[in-house]
């Protein structure tokens, strides 16, 4: 805490776009490895950012958050809009306050939430108007709206409002993709606060055309980050991974990139691999909920039978503190037994297994070695129960 | 950990019933400030026990716990003999490594539970046959399989075998307080490992001449600790105190008093002026899991509309992890968001506050000014929401 308030301290006067420097520090083929720095402190690239949606990490304190060296957390601006409410949450100091969170917070624009409300949003060109998943009440978000959202909310980054769209119907994507950036500008234009940093997204389904044209006008402008989105919502693996072969080098080198809603070790290695520098999931979280645990030889159905007997940790080789205290056939009872604690100790391990990972990679990148650390992850990377 | 395993290593080959020695330190009036040395280290008397019914404390981690100086868990032979198996526990190296509780544990004799299966179990001389609550299966408890049962599990603090009846029927609390009697002499005789501590249990209602008997039959035996059961169940606080005036006096002197199931702050005061040292009760994590916290002024209900905006902490001298970090009004956001954190806050709160309340205790035991500070907090405890 009192580190990140110096921090605040010293640079508040100067708050500028410029306070969300990028030091690209490494790159070993396109992989890169950096530190992206903000007003509540530096994320060390790359970077996966666990997800509390609701102004809370699932299932874990931010303390035991922090023991994991998680260094950026997600929030989800639709959520928090409609419960407690943005206005609430800046009268209590904005989110790193109201949730006790001091190091860097990332929110969403809302969109993407609300146009996954099939039969329950309307969109125009200025805006989508919605219907409240909590009570039935009507309500607009607008790029306009989002900004003053985010800009409520205090998160050190904010995405620009975006349509993200069915990925495989090329003629709506079209649509789609200028209306999104038609909004980025309405984003860009609407934001007032100097002390957070509004990424532009890429959008353009899988449509390599749409994609690079995407690319080309969200990078014409001088903002502090870039998001892809509209990906891992559908499309195969090989469709993911051909737009990660070419966006990201159409994306300016010296700021950071982000791509959104991905997740699952082996696409964050293959987007590490590519040149994306930042993620988020609920996966670990949703996971750990439904009594399994990410491994780096893949998922463990911890309420599987053959771990009744099991004295070993997770695994092994795992230093976090589901692993340094307890067994396989104790995180079992505590599933069986549906005990909080199932949940908070798998969330608590899938979050340092991802981690661990973005660490790994990060030195990996320094080394020189990243390619055959990615290899040879994807290697021993399976389902083995 | 090292000094627990310190203190373990010490004296395991001298371990006999005097390893679990009770130091009174001061009294003032009936109540008692002591120590209770167990292999796994000391117990601070009066001391409130956090109950872990299924080798958990619901919605905290151990490390949790420990932070709250908490030094004695209650775990339920009932619940564990059923789920996971007591054999699994052995297995796993016992319970405090299962559940990784390093300090001391108390296992209760799985009666209590049994007995509130009206309908479902069926009571002889003998012991008793049950159904599981899980899936209908057929078991009997006796002395000899709640001692067994028990000793695979390995808490430091055993408890004997006994009836808790009904607490207003004095023909029936003649029965079965002769029962449990008997059971008493079988639960001894049974005992085999000497690293556990094995508790006697006074019954006989609300009725003070069969508490009389029962105090002077179970104290002639020469046990490192009694307890008080069939309290806390249904008869009024009047009715309790009238017993708990007469019974703790009967009791040796020299070794603790164990007040089972109770409780709330009111009822510790109360107990605690009457000489008793160690109290359990699922009451903080209950009422955490149902939104309520626990302040020495009484009970608040967190999820109330008057906190929506409550930038304070749940009480502003709690030095809590919840409250030296969140407002009411994130707490309440949690509660109506179901978010698991605002259980995990709560009862880390409502734990902190049973804790405190027991330290304060044994400061003013010390500083012989008890009799004051339970009135102050007798007339202070009230219900502010």
């Known amino acids: 805490m009192l580190e990140t308030n110096s921090i605040n301290g010293k640079i508040s006067s100067v708050m500028t776009k410029d306070n969300f420097s990028f030091e690209l520090l490494a790159t070993d083929g396109k992989a890169r490895a950096g530190i992206f720095h903000t007003p509540h402190g530096p994320i060390p690239t790359p970077i996966f950012a ?13 303390e035991q958050l922090e023991a994991l060296d998680a260094s950026l957390v997600l929030s989800n601006t639709y959520h ?11 009268e ?26 099939t039969g329950l949003r309307k969109i125009d060109d200025d805006g989508v108007t919605f219907k409240s998943y909590l009570d039935g009440s009507i309500h607009r978000f607008s790029p306009e709206i989002s900004i ?31 209306r999104t950036h038609r909004w980025l500008e309405r984003c860009i234009a609407a934001k007032k606060r100097n002390d957070q940093a509004l990424f532009g997204i890429v959008q353009g389904g899988i449509f390599e055309d749409l994609r690079k044209a995407s690319a080309e006008f969200v990078s014409s402008f001088d903002l502090p980050g870039f998001a892809i989105g ?48 930042i993620f988020d999931c609920v996966l670990p979280t949703r996971l ?36 340094r205290n307890f067994s396989r056939a104790y995180i079992r009872h505590l599933i069986l037994s549906k005990e909080m604690l199932a949940a908070t100790l798998l969330s608590i391990h899938n979050i340092a297994t991802l981690e661990k990972l973005v660490k790994q990679s990060r030195q990996a990148i320094f080394d020189g070695t990243y390619t055959q650390y990615a290899e040879n992850f994807l290697k021993n990377y399976k389902t083995v129960s």
């Open 80 to 90: 928090l809009y409609l419960r407690p409410g943005a206005d609430l949450v800046a």
């Open 230 to 277: 509209g990906l891992s919502v559908g499309e195969s693996k090989a469709e993911m991974n051909a737009i990660l072969d070419i966006v990201p080098a159409m994306l300016p080198n010296n700021k950071p990139r982000y791509l959104m809603g991905v997740g699952s070790p082996e696409d964050l290695i293959n987007g590490i691999l590519r040149g994306i520098d």
């Open 50 to 62: 666990p997800v509390g949606t609701q102004a809370t990490v699932k299932a874990v304190t931010p």
């Open 148 to 178: 003053a959202v985010q800009e409520k909310l205090g998160a050190d980054i904010i995405m620009a409002f975006d349509e993200c769209s069915n990925p495989n119907d090329y003629a709506y994507n079209i649509k789609s993709m200028e």
């Open 92 to 117: 209590l100091g904005g989110l790193h306050q109201f949730m006790a969170w001091p190091k860097p917070i990332l929110t969403d624009s809302g969109g993407f939430q609300v146009f996954s409300l």
């Open 288 to 323: 750990a909920r439904h009594g399994a645990a990410m491994t780096f030889l893949g998922r463990l159905n911890m309420n599987n039978a053959i771990f009744a007997h099991d004295s070993r940790p997770i695994t092994e080789e795992c230093d976090c503190y589901a692993c």
